[in-house]
């Protein structure tokens, strides 16, 4: 299974006219907000943090580029042919490979995984982009990168952060001027239960080794200069001891 045409090329719309100036993209805060906080969660449960780290819907790879000073074999991929034009122009000197991947297709992950052998991985707000029908193929093809050995880590909007982004869409000025885009390509992001994310993980064979809550924090701000927060949920999940 693949992801829908419509899908696909809405991200290709995104990030075709996104800007490369940093923190332009509505979810691009600073790595130590964003990547550095969730690994301070996920590196403990890591069996081997020699395996590859993926990267997985890497954008523009801002983190990527993050996670590739601290582990020695970064993969950013990304569904987004031009999301990963941004990323390779972002890291002239190539501190970690990308490559196109469509993680609701199992046969990609595996090839992939065949290349890799097994991997450590990262998804931040992914699952909750997804359409309804890719959300359990998407768990499965990460089970695939996995191994016997990876860990990964999903980091996702909780269901109340849909409340804050329909209230920030809905003000009296529009939605800010960084959600607008998000919103104009048609990823609005979806409600996933937080309790509907480890039965997915579960249904793919991965044991959930520790969950927790932490805020995904955004580069937009009110106009009272607070910056954005969206709830979200982190769960690190693996196979079975």
Not at 107 to 121: K, M, R, S, W
Request: glycine residues 10%; charged residues 25%.
């Amino acid at each position: 299974m693949s992801v829908t045409r419509r899908y696909r090329d809405a991200w290709e719309g995104f990030w075709s006219e996104a800007s490369e100036d940093r923190g332009a993209v509505f979810w691009d805060a600073e790595p130590a907000l964003t990547a550095g906080r969730h690994l301070a969660h996920f590196e403990p449960h890591l069996t081997d943090a020699g395996l590859p780290l993926i990267d997985l819907g890497c954008g523009n790879g801002t983190q990527t580029r993050y996670l590739a000073e601290r582990f020695p074999h970064v993969v950013g991929a990304d569904l987004s042919e031009a999301a990963l034009e941004h990323a390779r122009r972002a890291d002239p000197a190539g501190s970690a490979a990308y490559r196109r991947l469509d993680a609701a297709d199992k046969a990609e992950a595996e090839t992939l995984h065949a290349e890799l052998g097994d991997a450590n991985v990262y998804v931040r707000g992914v699952l909750h982009q997804c359409e309804p029908d890719d959300r359990q193929p998407l768990a499965d093809a990460l089970a695939a990168l996995l191994g016997d050995r990876g860990r990964a880590v999903l980091v996702e909007p909780s269901q109340a952060a849909k409340t804050v982004l329909m209230g920030l869409a809905r003000g009296p000025a529009g939605p800010p001027a960084k959600l607008a885009p998000v919103l104009r390509h048609g990823l609005t992001p979806g409600a996933v239960p937080e309790e509907a994310v480890p039965e997915y993980l579960r249904a793919a064979g991965l044991t959930v080794l520790a969950s927790g809550e932490l805020p995904l924090l955004t580069t937009e701000y009110t106009p009272d200069g607070t910056r954005i927060e969206l709830p979200s949920t982190w769960v690190v999940a693996g196979r079975p001891a």
